[in-house]
């Protein structure tokens, strides 16, 4: 169906390209308008049923802009809309994980990083979900352009260490576990200890250092030690969640890990099969 505009319709589209503004809210188009909150309601209904907004969440709306077509064809991005429904806000977990290679697994949901908790929305068939980190754990993102659109997303090693701290936003432990294997090689050392020191939390780094022991990664032996300095005296814990594995297993030093879920869960055969690696100081001959 091709898209049509009203005179009064055309004014407010127009004016909206013209200022560049991507989204606009219900308070806006009224204060637009000049009228009143049920008019406004009716008028981005109708902007809608046409194909010039398109419904975000509850009193928010993205506009279609021309570009678009006189069909409107609606844009592929994902990351698009989920950038406009909270800030601050960072892409995460999964959804991050999936952006630098760490995974092959297909999402159904995109997964945001805020500091509130809201209800998942579902825009353009994909469930946003909004994991609530604090406000002294919202660091490492960066800007990044996806399918043309600037968008706050997690750098690798921040990505990383929040699939190890939840597993359940990440493609569960199994997944997980792949995903440090990938990152081992790919990651900066510097990078993950600075996030690691700023983090503050022992058993993130305890999983971290078991699975990366797990799949025999190779890691610097300075970058080693710090991880298993950051790790001392804490609690022992399990791997996997209690409530799906137990509390039994093999006991993982020195990250005072218990490795209550199966092997072939956590680490593939072909994997099981690589050499072990002997962490050699930096500079060591072979």
Known sequence: MERSLSKNEA??????EWRGQTTVTLGELRQALGASE???????????????????????????PAARGREGVADANPLAAGAVLVAPYFFSFGTACTYHGLTEQVFAEVYIACQERRRPVVVRGKRNVFVE?????????????????????????????????RPQHAGGLGEVSRIVSRAASRISWTALLDL?????????????????DLHRAEVPADARSELVALTQGASKIQLGPRAKWGYAGKLMQPWNVVENAPRDVLVSSVDQGRRRVVFRPKGAGP
């Open 11 to 16: 004014k407010v589209v127009l004016d909206l």
């Open 38 to 64: 049920s008019y406004a309601r009716f008028f981005a209904h109708k902007l809608v049923q046409k194909g010039w907004l398109e419904r975000l969440r509850p009193g928010l709306f993205r506009l279609v």
């Open 133 to 165: 980190v604090p406000q002294e754990r919202f660091f490492g993102f960066t800007e990044q352009t996806v399918l043309g659109e600037p968008v706050q997303i997690a750098t690798l090693e921040r990505a990383l260490l929040d699939a190890v701290d």
């Open 196 to 212: 690691a020191r700023r983090w503050q939390a022992a058993a993130v780094l305890q999983r971290l250092g078991c699975l990366l």
